[in-house]
C-alpha cells in the first residue's frame, strides 16, 4: 500500500517564477492539506482540500493555490516566487470521515528560490 | 504567542540515558493531540495521537502521555537510531481539522 507521494523531489526556481508541486494521498484517503515548512520551523497550514474545494485556508497570501482532482490527488500553485517561499513543503492526507483525523504525510518537496 | 511550545529545542543524550520532551499548549476545546518524528529532509512520521487527559500511548521506547494543558513524550534506554527530530501537533475547536505545529525538538543519541 503506497503511502503519500510527492513530486518532484527538489525544484529550483529563480524570483517570479511560477512552480506546481503534485501530491497523490495514501489509498482511501479523501482529503489533502498542504504545509509549508522553513527551516528549523514546524510546518504551517497552507491549505485543505476535500470535494475537489478548498475547505479551509491558513494565513497565506493569494499567491498560493490549489487544486483537487476527482482521483483526490492535489496540486499546489506558487506565482510570483519570493525567496521568502524556499522551503520543504509538505502534503499530508487524511480520510475526512474518521474523526480520529490523523494525517499522513509525504516526504515533501523542497523548493529553492534564488 | 504561539499556541504550541515545545521543550527543550534540542536533547543531546547518551545511548541508555531516559529523559523526556515537553509540549505545552494554550488552546482550549483540544480535538487531538498528535506526535511525531521527523529525520532531515523527509516527512513528519505519525507516532501517536492522544484525546484527553490521563490518556497514554507507548511504542517501543516510546511513551506519550497528555495531562490539560501540556503532552509528554518519554524515551526510555534511547538508541542512537532514535535521533530525529521529535514534532507535536494539535487539531483543536479553532483550528477546525488542520494541525498547529510547535517547532519541535532536535534529539541526538551518542553510542
Known amino acids: 500500500d503506497a503511502g503519500v507521494t510527492q513530486s518532484p523531489t527538489h525544484l529550483i526556481k529563480t524570483r517570479g517564477q511560477q512552480v506546481t508541486l503534485r501530491c497523490s494521498p495514501k489509498?482511501?484517503?479523501?482529503?489533502v492539506s498542504w504545509y509549508q515548512q522553513a527551516l528549523g520551523q514546524g510546518p504551517q497550514f497552507i491549505f485543505q482540500?476535500?470535494?475537489?474545494?478548498?475547505?479551509q485556508r491558513g494565513n497565506f497570501p493569494d499567491r498560493f493555490s490549489g487544486h483537487q482532482f476527482p482521483n483526490y490527488s492535489s496540486e499546489l500553485n506558487v506565482n510570483a516566487l519570493l525567496l521568502g517561499d524556499s522551503a520543504l513543503y509538505l502534503c499530508?492526507?487524511?480520510?475526512?470521515?474518521?474523526?480520529?483525523?490523523?494525517?499522513?504525510f509525504g516526504a515533501g518537496t523542497r523548493l529553492s528560490v534564488l | 504567542e504561539d499556541q504550541v511550545t515545545q521543550s527543550p529545542e534540542a536533547l543531546r543524550l547518551q545511548e541508555g540515558e531516559s529523559s523526556s520532551l515537553n509540549c505545552s499548549y494554550t488552546?482550549?476545546?483540544?480535538?487531538?493531540l498528535f506526535w511525531y518524528r521527523q529525520d532531515p529532509g523527509k516527512g513528519p512520521e505519525f507516532l501517536f495521537t492522544?484525546?484527553?487527559a490521563g490518556e497514554e500511548k507507548e511504542k517501543e521506547r516510546l511513551k506519550a502521555t497528555l495531562t490539560k494543558k501540556e503532552s509528554f513524550l518519554h524515551i526510555t534506554a534511547p538508541k542512537p537510531e532514535d535521533s530525529a527530530t521529535y514534532l507535536c501537533?494539535?487539531?483543536?475547536?479553532?483550528?477546525?481539522?488542520?494541525?498547529?505545529f510547535g517547532k519541535g525538538t532536535k534529539l541526538s543519541v551518542k553510542p
Open positions: 499530508a492526507s487524511s480520510p475526512l470521515a474518521e474523526a480520529k483525523n490523523i494525517q499522513y
Open positions: 482540500y476535500y470535494e475537489e474545494e478548498e475547505r
Open positions: 488552546v482550549s476545546g483540544l480535538r487531538g
Open positions: 501537533a494539535l487539531n483543536y475547536g479553532g483550528s477546525q481539522g488542520n494541525l498547529i
Open positions: 489509498s482511501g484517503h479523501d482529503t
Open positions: 492522544l484525546y484527553s
